[in-house]
């Protein structure tokens, strides 16, 4: 029994609760004046809880079928109103029929005509589903708030994770070697350019410890420490990674997540080119599609199992679009052209 009432929601709680109160404190006023409860009287009442249980739900249906709640604070008013006063006659209609019906107008009541009664009994209605409306839209602002607050605080959580893991995914020995190993090499054939490596490798590793700052950084940036990071993976490479990219300019004043391509470059190097002995291509693109911003970052390999679903630099892909664009973004990865593993972002474009 406990199992059973422990799954009703809590919205049904609340209306049971709600209707049976409105009941009882009509019972007490008919027994506070009237010193006596009449059987036409407890008909009456329960016509009014069950009725009022069934419009009000219905009513919610509403609601929730023309998203009022997601709605602008003008238009949202707009709508409760409207759909207020309707239930509020429809509501009045149908249990004023079901009186007339069965019979159980009180001697007062027969003395008014039907239109008369439907009126009275509108406003009456109305001022009980107004503050039906109020607290169901009250409950839905404090929720969705508490829902924005919580979101703040995963979204922080996950930026000081992402912000640690870059560090270290960025600094550590293997990273660090090959950079300084390629450096050395240049210091004495080629200073102009080990000068410049140095300065990639100080962009990269400045970036990586900046992440958890910024919700968002603009793609241009984005883009110039990818540029970096393959600037320097070139070193080590040499001839066997090349590397192409389609930017759309117009796309370079977007918001995107920090080391957010950078951590999917850095996946495609890992899985894909290293895995090659004869090395690959790198392929990035960035374009407006259907009113989003779309990424992709295309390499030369297979997933082939090597792409663990649940790793560091897809789930937390993954975790942060979904925690700032909501269900308006998405990410994708899957081989594509017999030869190649396509990583896809889209992400709704700022206005």
Same mark, same amino acid.
């Given at each position: 029994?406990?199992?059973?009432?422990?799954?009703?929601?809590?919205?049904?709680?609340?209306?049971?609760?709600?209707?049976?109160?409105?009941?009882?404190?009509?019972?007490?006023?008919?027994? #506070? /004046?009237?010193? !006596? %409860?009449?059987?036409? *009287?407890? &008909?009456?009442?329960?016509?009014? +809880? $069950?009725?009022? =249980?069934?419009?009000?739900?219905?009513?919610?249906?509403?609601?929730?079928?023309?998203?009022?709640?997601?709605? #602008? /604070?003008?238009? !949202? %008013?707009?709508?409760? *109103?409207? &759909?207020?006063?309707?239930?509020? +006659? $429809?509501?009045? =209609?149908?249990?004023?029929?079901?009186?007339?019906?069965?019979?159980?107008?009180?001697?007062?009541?027969?003395v008014y005509s039907f239109s008369r009664l439907l009126i009275g009994s509108s406003i009456n209605a109305f001022v009980t589903l107004l503050v039906w409306n109020l607290i169901y839209f009250i409950y839905h602002y404090v929720e969705r708030v508490?829902?924005?607050?919580?979101?703040?605080?995963?979204?922080?959580?996950?930026?000081?994770?992402?912000?640690?893991?870059?560090?270290?995914?960025?600094?550590?020995?293997?990273?660090?070697?090959?950079?300084?190993?390629?450096?050395?090499?240049?210091?004495?054939?080629?200073?102009?350019?080990?000068?410049?490596?140095?300065?990639?490798?100080?962009?990269?590793?400045?970036?990586?410890?900046?992440?958890?700052?910024?919700?968002?950084?603009?793609?241009?940036?984005?883009?110039?420490?990818?540029?970096?990071?393959?600037?320097?993976?070139?070193?080590?490479?040499?001839?066997?990674?090349?590397?192409?990219?389609?930017?759309?300019?117009?796309?370079?004043?977007?918001?995107?997540?920090?080391?957010?391509?950078?951590?999917?470059?850095?996946?495609?190097?890992?899985?894909?080119?290293?895995?090659?002995?004869?090395?690959?291509?790198?392929?990035?693109?960035?374009?407006?599609?259907?009113?989003?911003?779309?990424?992709?970052?295309?390499?030369?390999?297979?997933?082939?199992?090597?792409?663990?679903?649940?790793?560091?630099?897809?789930?937390?892909?993954?975790?942060?679009?979904?925690?700032?664009?909501?269900?308006?973004?998405?990410?994708?990865?899957?081989?594509?052209?017999?030869?190649?593993?396509?990583?896809?972002?889209?992400?709704?474009?700022?206005?």
């Amino acid at each position: 029994m406990q199992k059973r009432l422990s799954k009703i929601s809590a919205y049904w709680w609340c209306q049971v609760t709600g209707w049976s109160g409105n009941a009882l404190m009509n019972f007490f006023f008919a027994w #506070t /004046f009237n010193r !006596q %409860i009449t059987t036409p *009287f407890i &008909i009456r009442s329960v016509i009014i +809880v $069950l009725l009022g =249980l069934l419009v009000t739900h219905f009513m919610r249906w509403n609601l929730l079928r023309f998203n009022v709640l997601q709605k #602008t /604070f003008d238009k !949202q %008013i707009f709508y409760f *109103f409207g &759909i207020t006063v309707g239930f509020s +006659v $429809l509501y009045s =209609l149908v249990s004023l029929s079901l009186f007339n019906v069965l019979g159980l107008f009180t001697p007062e009541q027969k003395v008014y005509s039907f239109s008369r009664l439907l009126i009275g009994s509108s406003i009456n209605a109305f001022v009980t589903l107004l503050v039906w409306n109020l607290i169901y839209f009250i409950y839905h602002y404090v929720e969705r708030v508490r829902k924005q607050q919580l979101d703040a605080l995963q979204m922080q959580s996950l930026l000081k994770e992402l912000e640690l893991k870059t560090i270290k995914a960025h600094i550590n020995p293997h990273f660090i070697f090959n950079s300084l190993n390629g450096i050395r090499a240049l210091v004495d054939e080629n200073p102009t350019r080990a000068r410049t490596a140095i300065t990639e490798l100080s962009n990269i590793l400045r970036s990586s410890m900046q992440a958890e700052k910024l919700e968002t950084v603009p793609f241009e940036k984005e883009l110039a420490i990818v540029k970096d990071y393959l600037a320097l993976e070139q070193m080590r490479f040499e001839e066997r990674l090349k590397v192409n990219f389609d930017i759309d300019e117009e796309t370079l004043d977007q918001p995107v997540p920090p080391m957010m391509l950078q951590t999917l470059v850095e996946n495609a190097i890992k899985h894909g080119i290293s895995k090659n002995v004869s090395g690959g291509e790198i392929k990035i693109s960035s374009k407006f599609v259907r009113q989003h911003h779309e990424l992709v970052i295309r390499n030369t390999g297979h997933l082939n199992g090597n792409y663990n679903p649940d790793g560091f630099g897809i789930s937390s892909t993954q975790s942060r679009l979904k925690l700032m664009f909501g269900e308006e973004a998405n990410f994708s990865i899957a081989d594509v052209n017999g030869n190649e593993v396509e990583a896809k972002v889209t992400m709704p474009l700022e206005v």
